[in-house]
């Protein structure tokens, strides 16, 4: 697989806003963020939305459970994952549940129990490879839907996680994919209807 690359003074974590009904800061990252716990707790990130589907990481510091030749157990951080493609091929409905899913993320409250040992809330990091398409998407969609009073359209919402996450406008015909953009005008549809059922 050819290695990502990261254009030299761009961020591996940006804050792209603060969610005033969760009390805490909605932010994008990319591989380097996913890869570096030390990272994210300075940015008090308890919870991970990976939209790759080509990105994975070992989050477990310690076997609990082994399983094979793998290393199965707890997690440093709340880890969810959608797997999205960064282009064509995503089914019609997948970014309707990466929104459900980042909502979940947040609405989600751990049991008191010993099986369950991450209980801090904080922030919220999504990401992919690059922190450019996939994660745009998914976080403008989201803040569109849940923020409509200062995102009412998602172009705001794209050209607010844009200017954030510091993408310059030559990257802007990828970044996010337009093949993503169509999707997520059509989620948000789907999302407000299903909502008002």
Not at 39 to 47: K, M, S
Not at 62 to 67: D, E, F, G, K, R
Not at 97 to 105: D, F, K, S
Not at 150 to 176: C, M, V, Y
Request: with cysteine.
């Amino acid at each position: 697989m050819k290695p990502v690359s990261f254009p030299a003074g761009r961020a591996p974590l940006s804050k792209i806003a603060h969610l005033p009904h969760w009390g805490v800061d909605l932010m994008i990252g990319d591989t380097r963020a996913l890869g570096d716990p030390a990272l994210l707790d300075r940015h008090q990130v308890t919870t991970i939305l990976n939209c790759a589907v080509n990105l994975d990481v070992n989050l477990v510091p310690s076997a609990i459970t082994p399983v094979g030749h793998l290393t199965c157990g707890h997690a440093r951080h709340r880890y969810y994952k959608i797997g999205l493609i960064d282009g064509a091929g995503n089914p019609p409905n997948q970014l309707i549940g990466a929104y459900y899913i980042l909502r979940a993320a947040l609405d989600q409250v751990m049991p008191e129990k010993l099986s369950y040992p991450n209980q801090a809330r904080g922030n919220v990091m999504v990401n992919c490879r690059g922190g450019r398409s996939r994660s745009v998407t998914v976080v403008a969609l989201f803040l569109h839907l849940e923020l409509p009073d200062t995102f009412p359209t998602l172009d705001a919402a794209i050209a607010h996680t844009r200017d954030k996450r510091g993408l310059p406008p030559e990257e802007w015909h990828e970044a996010p994919k337009p093949v993503l953009v169509d999707a997520a005008r059509r989620a948000a549809i789907r999302i407000r209807q299903l909502d008002n059922v």
